[in-house]
């Protein structure tokens, strides 16, 4: 690549796409360029998302005991990792997750259920609960992500009321069959295209961390692009122990954050979702990381637990970002803005008998 990264940006904006070799550079970029490439990034995003940040938060309908085996997944066949086991929640636990996501400040609520796909009779439950969710809470947009769909299925999800359906190719077509042997590639992308078919807004991106080359995530991505995604999380594996891929430790902070501004600039105007190992592995560059993404998932995840709802609102304000849809985001549009909080008096430490922060 021979022009800057400030440069690409402006093309992208102009209407010319990024190219394979300006994503790869973008990879290749050396942690001096690190915040060259955040700025230019942080220019797509602002463009066309200003400073908003989808807050989604996810519910786990039925964890674990699923009979494929995605070689990184905790609920996998074969997985020892010591996870929650549990079958469907009944509707109005599901309603009471769902409840405490949104009060938290999610606008998205992503329900979702381990398994290769669902029944006639599954779809039926969670077109009941989304029933019961949108019934209480109209201005909701629901995401499923049940696994793989049979012809109809989608169909009856998009007609209970469910705005988006996700379903991750998780990796390049080339690396696939690496990670999961029990479903193909193109299992995958026929669920995106059936959701996709139905009027489902399609929700589908990657897991990073997979041994996968620089040139198979932009294929990723790629293909993810030409897939018309509206959103696109990228998840950085979490190595669970008790899985194939236990201690594997691939990713630096520095690291993620490239990929998640390759990801902008290949598909420059696309929800990209920061999903996944968000605090394990950007840790202290989460905050630069929402410069170039442009959403988050609150809370927790599905099997394992991601830092208190409470800092994830602060990181957004701290840094000067709004919650989509939120009290603050109309504050902010009517041209009001809210303050911090108080300083907590300090009884630990110096001066008492209680142990130092340290
Ligand atoms: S990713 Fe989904 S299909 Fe694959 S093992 Fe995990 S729960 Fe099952």
Same mark, same amino acid.
């Given at each position: 690549?021979?022009?800057? $990264? ?23 970029? @050396?942690?001096?360029? +690190? ?32 009979? !494929? ?17 549990? @079958? ?47 019934? !209480? ?19 009856? +999800?998009? !007609? ?45 991106? +990657? ?11 932009? !294929? ?24 194939? $891929? ?74 000067? $970002? ?37």
């Amino acid at each position: 690549m021979t022009t800057t $990264f400030d440069e690409l940006a402006t093309r992208i904006i102009g209407g010319t796409p990024a190219t394979v070799d300006d994503a790869l550079a973008v990879l290749g970029a @050396s942690d001096d360029d +690190l915040l060259d490439v955040v700025a230019a990034a942080g220019r797509l995003r602002r463009h066309h998302f200003a400073n908003t940040v989808k807050v989604n938060y996810l519910v786990n309908l039925k964890s674990g005991l699923c009979p !494929e085996n995605c070689n990184y997944c905790s609920q996998a066949l074969g997985s020892t990792a010591p996870i929650l086991k549990y @079958s469907w929640l009944k509707t109005d636990e599901a309603l009471a997750q769902a409840a405490a996501g949104l009060r938290g400040g999610a606008t998205r609520v992503c329900m979702v259920s381990s398994g290769r796909g669902p029944t006639d009779k599954d779809v039926e439950r969670v077109a009941g609960m989304v029933g019961a969710i949108k019934d !209480e809470h109209p201005q909701v947009e629901v995401c499923a992500c049940l696994g793989l769909l049979k012809d109809g299925q989608a169909e009856r +999800l998009r !007609e209970a009321g469910v705005d988006a359906y996700n379903h991750n190719i998780n990796t390049a077509e080339s690396h696939h069959d690496q990670i999961v042997q029990t479903h193909t590639y193109a299992d995958r992308v026929d669920t995106v295209e059936k959701a996709k078919g139905a009027g489902l807004s399609p929700c589908s991106g +990657l897991i990073a961390g997979l041994g996968e080359s620089d040139e198979q995530l932009v !294929e990723a991505l790629f293909a993810l692009a030409e897939m018309g995604s509206d959103s696109i999380p990228v998840n950085f594996l979490m190595p669970f122990d008790g899985t194939p $891929f236990e201690k594997t430790w691939d990713l630096t902070p520095a690291r993620c954050v490239k990929i998640l501004a390759m990801a902008r600039f290949v598909c420059p105007d696309k929800e990209i979702r920061i999903a996944g190992g968000r605090e394990m592995h950007l840790r202290s560059l989460q905050a630069l990381a929402l410069h170039v993404a442009n959403s988050i998932f609150l809370g927790d995840y599905l099997t394992s637990e991601g830092q208190a709802a409470e800092t994830d609102l602060e990181l957004i304000r701290d840094n000067g $970002f709004v919650v989509l849809g939120s009290e603050e985001h109309a504050q902010q549009v009517a041209g009001q803005l809210v303050g911090g909080h108080d300083p907590a008096i300090r009884r630990r430490g110096a001066g008492t008998d209680v142990a130092a922060n340290a």
